[in-house]
């Protein structure tokens, strides 16, 4: 035992961060990867290098930009590419944080009807035309998605503040609501015409084929900024692990945090429904499979999830292009198709449980 | 650890942590009660401010942990107040009362596992800073080291034993070395031998870094051994305050536990001999 010593320890530590940030690396070196590559698919016969030529002429050197491949990479291909890379992000941060901040295993926007929310009021937008402050458009269906996915965040936190509960209680509250507004949003389906029901229907499937630049840039947006301030209170999220009671006992009001932090996330997670409807998997699953290989300390968890979470994303929505070309499966199938099997093979495999 | 302060969020007005200067933590008419009507706790007055190892004793549900929770804010007293340097606690926030006061609980609430170091390094740090620096590392050390549990820096959290866990939950407790710490039922897992060797050194704690030491504790012959007073709490009051002679009677035991048992003294301490449960007196 007393062989052990102080820096023998500081180095072990050293190294167990050093493999958190090797796998940070990776994941960003995957995404370039997958960048270039889905660039490539389509009718226009780019090869990788060619992308990454015109990416960086259209950045560095407008002298040598290539008319038609700067077109396409940067009007056709990269718009969708780039939202399901921020939308992965935004994802698995806010699965990662959430899961955190509830102290629970379940919890991600999906499971505290924070999705369902955004999706019930993109519904209203699509279905029934109905908006907010006369906004017409995207707009108009970002912003109802935005208000509805602030509704379980406000429910969530009035139940929780009028008694004095647990992250358990803040999470069936969470479903509950859930289950309401995939009911309303189905009665409203049902008194749909044909048309508008095909167009709520596109939506909420759960797809980035229409992504747009504008939803890359909403989508960033909220996800840097939410990001940002997550990773900032990821050593608050390591306090709030270790139980209400001992937070507290460290200064920090566990209740006060969640809520700010549900404002936060719930913000987060209603900017990438409404433009891609919902992906389910991606906000639950990554940030495991980053604690499967990472742990829980939440200064590496989230970063590593929102990288993880847009590899997850962009890789299921290449094959989800490619698999069935030219016609293509919706990008929430395949996170779920790639998701589980991999999940489920970690969870036998990892050799401690991280729950 | 014990030497020299390398406490860098404390402002260093001293050299030497012994000569830091003491808390003055003042309990005036303190209640508490979940139902106004029957208040757990009532009419606690008592000032700790000498440099002593107190344990609390008192069957349970009793308030000891209540009693705790109030003195750190992790509940909010109904009546009377907690004073902190004569600083009322009710007009503190969370984290001025969090500064000075270490805090252990009984049971662990931890949820997803963080590594040992990480958890105990969460006893160290509130502030915004990312990274993890040497020498916090270095303290975490130190704290692991004076638990025996070194051994375990790298291990996660949930695959250690209970016994372990409240170790851990102990250096996460004491890792910043607080003038003022409070301990639920620390060693409430652990076998006889750990039992004494971290007892001993919570009891040597306040002479070597001029703090107060608060525990909560049922076993009896242990605490008769190292405590410098008891605290013994009955029925929402306290029931005796003193060194574990003046306080570890026949009768206290009889009418606070409904025990009886026979007092031998040695070397100048009680030893308890228990010998049944008898019926509690109706009125004290």
Known sequence: MSDYDSDEMVSSYNKYVFRKLLFIVICVVIMIAVIGYASTIGSAGLSPIDVYKTIYNHFFNKSAINGTNDWVVFTIRLPRIMTGLVAGMSLGIAGAAMQSMMKNPLADPYTTGISSGASFGATLAIGLGFTLFGLGGSSGIIVMAFVFSLIPAAVIIMVSSMKHTSAATMI?????????????????????SETSLAAV?????????????????????????GGVILMAMSKKLNILITGDKNAKALGLDAHKLRIALLIIISLMAASVVCFTGIIGFVGLVAPHIVRIFLGSDNRYLIPASAAFGAVLLMVSDLISRTIIAPTFL???????????PMFLWLLIKARKSMW | MFGKSNNTQAEPEYENIQDRPLLNVELKDLEFGYDPKRPVLRNITHTFNTPEFIC???????????????????????????????????????????????????QSEDSFPLTVVDTVMVGLQNDFKFGTRKEDLERVYETLKMLSIEHLAMRDFNELSAGQHQKVMLARGLVRQPPLVLLDEPTSNLDIRHQIEVTKTLAQMPKLTNSIVIMISHDINITAKYADKIMMISKGGIYAYGTPMEVLTKEALRDVYGVDADIIERDGRPHIILNDSIPIPKEV
């Open chain 1, 172 to 192: 069936l509250s969470g479903i509950a609501v859930m289950y309401l507004f995939n009911a309303l949003t189905t009665i409203i389906k049902l008194s749909l």
């Open chain 1, 201 to 225: 229907y596109q939506w909420s499937i759960g797809d980035l084929s229409g992504s747009t630049w504008e939803s890359f840039q909403v989508i960033a947006i909220f996800g840097l900024i």
């Open chain 1, 330 to 340: 919706p990008v929430g199938v395949i996170t779920a198709f790639i998701g589980c």
């Open chain 2, 56 to 106: 609390i004793m008192g069957p349970n549900g009793v308030g000891k942990s209540t009693l705790i929770h109030c003195i750190n804010k992790i509940l909010k007293p109904t009546g009377g107040v907690v004073l902190i340097n004569g600083n009322d606690t009710a007009n503190m926030k969370l984290k001025e009362v969090a500064k000075d006061i270490g805090y252990v609980p009984a």
